[in-house]
């Protein structure tokens, strides 16, 4: 096959897939010096290593250089050094081989593999490369190595690792690595490992042209596997399932995490997007960290400071010589913050925080450090959540080097800065100190720029007043974007080419019906006539004319008025008349005249004809019947009325009928509440809707065996039960939720809900036999007591005699031994709810289940399958309201439709005498404070073409505020 699997191939393996494919092909890259830096370390790890072994060995016979053979083991030299096995397959070396006691092949001893290298810390990928030196090395004596040896670091430090635990994973990449040798080249894939590889120019080009998802820094590859799965290969894909959040009136507190499409839409879109509402700190003066450090080596050798305050600027730089000093740097950074104790500490990632709080704990001044920690802020977690640059990284270098920041090197980074730093240590050049200074505050400006950008595209502190996006900068917010709709088949299309719409629009319904068809079909042809007649002004005959007049001025008060006639001044309410024998239009016509006062000279027209309701309320009461209890939408009431009675009514004007008898019955929906909490028995249940807007609410409703009271809330947090109910004494009927449990009113827990539950843990643990004697235990308990109460009702004194049976149930569950982990549970719970579960045997009248609650839900539920996610929150209250009429109409056994046309508003008073109504008065007026929808359009077209009668306007008195 001509692929070998190499010592180089394998490390390569563990960083990346496609690297390893590489070099097993034999492909050379260009080396950083990074990368240079450590062969050269690992050379002089190797010298002294070697050097420290055979100094240990010192005139035992150690082979060097010698091909790996069983016949070398079998002499059983204490030490082997640079030894290499060959075969068709593999090209392995081994650092050295070290012969410990033990039984295998060889006979009573085998070999250990010892393994040199630069690392200062031992990682997962270094015990799994020597784990593979012992799979490799026990093929030849017959027996895998418990343990391996790695002399690592500068200070070539000797650690014994055991194998056992990465041998499986050791055993999987021998096994992957022999398949790569037949298998074709893995996907590219960049990761973190490519700014150190020698491969990274071509890769990164392969990957750019590509447009690759790994270009993403931050997507794993489990991640980017799942995309691919689903057909998205590129940032370009990803970046068109981005989605805006829906825009809600009450945005929910939900946690933010980073999106990949969005940054993906950012790249594609080349412009920076800002997502949520970041929140900045107000600061006077400002402080720029950035510390520069060896990760590898754990310490920190330089620290860059950038002062602000006002337009003056100050720049300090600390530099050690060795990581002892570090306490020393960290007092140079806290007495330079003491000058400016009101300042903002900004920083770039969590790196400068861990530094500080690492130092502080060393040097004793963790006090100082916290107050430091205190006024940090770092500028990476702000970013990450919120602020999406059209960059693939979110690396400083990456965002700065968009808004304008350059370097002097231009390929420097904290890889190379690394490089400098051990160069230095070497020959202590004041050149590569001078480099590394400038860079280091180099990554300050840049910081700075970064952060003052933020400020200019973010919302103030004060006010939340989001500002102007900088000039020749691009800014979006998120929450602005048009959010697409969940339902496509629905939407207009956007076509990329022209001459699609054009095709698109003719073939609307519509548009071939009406410009197509009819030019073909003589049925639609005279369908369209007819329509189009229909359209045109009709008078609808009146059954009653009224003449509206007005006896007093309403400016002086003056009865001294003359009126001038016109044609014009009339309108017409529209009603219905409801009898036993059917339903009826009834049609009022209403002139008026103009009315010029002699006291004051002011011309107006009477206040009733300027109120007049154009549709009466027997007329909305058989529409809002319609959508209450027969479950039909606006647009359909609307299509009845002009369909049956000929009246001009359409979805708006419905939608007004509404609004109206909600305020009309508002006083009766709190007399029922009112009512609710002055009894002695109450449930609760609540069930969860969509709203229009695209947030979720709950509704809640409240009932006993007469009243039903239904509550719409934005969220399921039962804290208003509290107040709600604190004068509540009687006994309050819920499920297990356990926002009610902290009510002080007497509880009774649904028995059935908890059935359920039992029911269910049953089936899907079908073996768990302390379970089913647990349930069958409860379950006998229960039917006695709902035995008695099919007998008698649910009197207490038939109740009581159950009282012993549920104690001596309950003293068993304290001493029962469980081992089932369900059926313990179930215990603890009976045990918990022990004071709840059986209160309907201390009272008459009050039920063991939730029942009556679940009933009322079902009605609004069946409600909410043809208005889910197309309600308003106002439309919603005032639908609640009227459904909690209708149900208790209907509990207490009274028509819905009759109590409406009454007019009566108490339900009680109407149980009474359900045949009496209120008299009908002869106008009926809108009410105080609200103006009709079309009578505010008209004024605001009024007000912008400045037409009408302006005197009429100007001197009539009137109230033009609308219902809040």
């Known amino acids: 096959m001509g692929r070998e699997i190499t010592n180089d191939v394998l490390e390569a393996r563990l960083k990346c897939r496609f690297k390893a494919h590489l070099k097993m092909a034999g492909e050379r890259g260009e080396p950083c010096d990074y990368e240079l830096m450590l062969r050269e370390t690992r050379q002089r790890i190797r010298d002294a290593a070697s050097a420290k072994l055979l100094e240990r060995y010192d005139g035992a016979e150690v082979p060097t250089r010698l091909p790996l053979e069983a016949s070398l083991l079998e002499r059983g030299s204490r030490l082997l050094l640079d030894a290499s096995l060959e ?3 593999m090209s392995f070396h081994f650092d050295a081989l070290l012969c410990v006691e033990g039984e295998s092949r060889l006979g009573g001893f085998h070999y250990v593999p010892v393994l040199f290298h630069e690392a200062e810390k031992l990682t997962l990928e270094l015990r799994t490369f020597l784990a593979v030196h012992g799979l490799v090395l026990g093929t030849i004596q017959g027996r895998e190595p418990a343990v391996g040896i790695i002399i690592h670091g500068r200070a070539s430090e000797t650690k014994k690792i055991k194998l056992g635990g990465v041998r499986d994973q050791a055993r999987r990449l021998l096994r992957e690595l022999r398949e790569a040798r037949r298998d074709p080249p893995p ?3 960049l990761n973190g490992h490519c700014q150190t590889c020698e491969f990274r120019k071509r890769c990164h080009a392969e990957a750019t ?8 820094r931050g997507m794993g590859e489990k991640e980017i596997s799942k995309f691919a799965k689903r057909g998205i290969l590129t940032v370009t894909q990803l970046s068109c399932t981005f989605r805006p959040p829906r825009r809600t009136r009450k945005p929910e507190q939900r946690k933010q995490y980073h999106s990949h499409a969005l940054q993906a839409l950012a790249v594609r879109a080349r412009k920076v997007h800002v997502l949520g509402t970041p929140e900045l700190p107000t600061a006077s003066a400002r402080i720029y960290l950035d510390v520069e450090g060896d990760p590898e080596r754990g310490f920190c050798y330089l620290l860059g400071v950038v002062v602000r305050v006002g337009d003056a600027e100050e720049r300090h730089s600390f530099w050690i010589n060795s990581p002892d000093e570090e306490t020393v740097l960290l007092g140079r950074l806290l007495d330079l913050a003491a000058l400016h104790p009101d300042a903002w500490v900004y920083a770039y990632g969590g790196y400068e925080a861990g530094f500080l709080r690492r130092v502080g704990k060393v040097a004793g001044r963790e006090e100082e450090v916290g107050r430091l920690l205190a006024r940090t802020f770092n500028i990476l977690s702000m970013v990450y959540l919120h602020i999406y640059f059209p960059v693939c990284s979110n690396s400083l270098k990456d965002i700065a080097g968009w808004l304008g920041s ?16 051990r160069r230095w240590e070497e020959n202590c050049s004041p050149a590569l100190k001078e480099k590394l200074v400038e860079y280091n505050l180099e990554d300050c400006n840049a910081l700075r720029r970064v952060t003052e950008f933020l400020y200019e595209v973010c919302p103030h502190p004060t006010g ?18 048009d959010p697409v709709s969940s339902r496509p088949e629905w939407c207009r299309a956007d076509f990329t080419v022209p001459d699609f719409e054009f095709v698109n629009e003719r073939a609307y319904y519509d548009y071939q019906r009406n410009r197509v068809y009819v030019r073909s079909s003589k049925t639609i042809r005279r369908c369209h006539a007819r329509q189009k007649g229909r359209k045109g002004k009709r008078d609808i005959p009146a059954n009653r004319r009224v003449e509206i007049t007005a006896g007093r001025c309403p400016f002086c008060g003056s009865e001294d008025l003359s009126r001038i006639r016109s ?9 219905l008349r409801i009898t036993r024998g059917g339903i009826g239009r009834w049609v009022t016509r209403f002139t008026s005249s103009y009315h010029c006062c002699a006291g004051c000279g002011k011309r107006f027209l009477p206040w009733e004809y300027l109120r007049l309701d154009p549709h009466c309320h027997s007329l909305k009461s058989w529409a809002m019947y319609q959508h209450v209890v027969r479950r039909t939408t606006l647009a359909n009431v609307a299509e009845m009325i002009k369909e049956y009675f000929g009246l001009p009514v359409f979805s708006p004007d419905v939608r007004t009928f509404k609004l109206l008898l909600a305020r009309y019955y508002a006083g009766t929906h709190e007399r029922l509440l009112e009512k609710l909490v002055a009894g002695n028995l109450i449930h609760v249940d609540e069930t969860e809707i969509h709203l229009k807007s695209g947030g979720k609410g709950y509704v809640w409703v409240f009932t ?12 399921r947090e039962g804290t208003f039960l509290h107040d709600l109910l604190k004068n509540f004494r009687g006994v309050l009927v819920t499920d297990f939720y356990a926002a009610c449990d902290s009510l002080e009113c007497l509880q009774q827990k649904c028995l059935i809900h908890l059935i359920r539950d039992f029911n269910q843990d049953i089936q899907g643990n079908p073996w768990d036999e302390e379970l089913k004697l647990l349930a069958g235990d409860f379950g006998s308990l229960l039917r006695a007591i709902v035995a008695t109460i099919d007998q008698h009702g649910l009197k207490q004194r038939h109740l009581n005699t159950h009282k012993r049976d549920v104690d001596r149930f309950f003293k068993s569950l304290e001493g029962l031994v469980l081992r089932s982990e369900v059926a313990e549970g179930y215990r603890k719970r009976l045990l918990k709810c022990q004071s709840k579960l059986f209160t309907f045997l201390d009272h008459d009248g009050v039920p063991w289940n939730n029942n009556n609650a679940e009933h009322a839900v079902k009605q609004f539920a069946y409600y909410r399958e043809i208005a889910d996610g197309l309600l308003t929150e106002w439309g919603l209250n005032e639908y609640l309201e009227l459904l909690s009429i209708y149900l208790t109409c209907k509990y207490k056994g009274v028509s819905f439709l009759k109590f409406l046309l009454s007019r009566e508003t108490d339900i009680d008073r109407f149980c009474r005498s359900p045949g009496r109504k209120r008299p009908m008065p002869g106008v009926e007026l809108q009410p105080e404070g609200y103006t009709s929808p079309r009578r505010r359009r008209k004024q605001d077209w009024e007000q912008q073409t400045q037409g009408g009668d302006k005197r009429v306007s100007q001197s009539t008195p009137r109230d033009d505020s609308t219902l809040a």
Do not use: C, H, I, Q
Not at 209 to 216: I, R, T
Not at 567 to 575: I, Q, S
Not at 704 to 715: H, Q
């Open 87 to 89: 075969d068709e397959e």
């Open 187 to 189: 996907r590219l894939m």
């Open 209 to 216: 042209a590509k447009d690759d998802l790994s270009l993403l």
């Open 406 to 421: 350059r370097w002097t090197e231009p390929d420097a980074s904290g890889v190379l800065s690394v490089v400098w730093r």
């Open 464 to 481: 939340g007043v989001w500002p102007e996006p900088p000039a020749g900068l691009p800014v979006a917010r998120v929450e602005e974007m």
């Open 567 to 575: 044609g014009r001044l009339t309108r017409l309410a529209f009603d």
């Open 704 to 715: 006993n065996l007469e009243e039903v009271v239904f509550m719409y809330k934005p969220s």
